[in-house]
């Protein structure tokens, strides 16, 4: 029987420290904006981007920019322009970036499509 109470706690703590994890996951946007600045020639100085063919950060997914991020810093996404840009960044920049392009109103969402 105590074995089962001990299981039955797992279950329950588990997805409290899962919470926990997400919430510690995330970056700090404040300082996001400033590491942006290099960013700004490229995709703009909130993350809408005038170029056609530099996307929009504005507004994306902050993991997805995370994961976009770390994938450039490794290589396992191609592009030799944020490749040397990634290369530079830390875990915890990258988490700022992605806080702060992610928090931004994206101009796409007011086109008529």
Known sequence: MNKFRLLVAILFA???????E????????AN?????????ACHGADGNSTLDMNPILAGQYEDYLVHALKGYRSG????????????????????????????QESELKSLDL
């Not at 588990?14 to 926990?20: K, N």
């Not at 997400?22 to 700090?28: E, N, Q, R, T, V």
């Not at 996001?32 to 700004?40: H, I, Q, Y």
Request: proline share 2%; glycine share 8%; with cysteine.
């Open 76 to 103: 396992e996404r191609e592009n030799a322009i944020m490749a040397g840009f990634a290369a530079a960044l830390s875990d915890q920049d990258i988490k700022d970036l992605a806080a702060w392009f992610s928090s």
């Open 22 to 29: 997400i919430s510690l996951a995330g970056g700090d946007a």
């Open 14 to 20: 588990l997805p409290l420290l899962l919470v926990a």
């Open 32 to 40: 996001g904006e400033k590491l942006a600045a290099t960013c700004a």
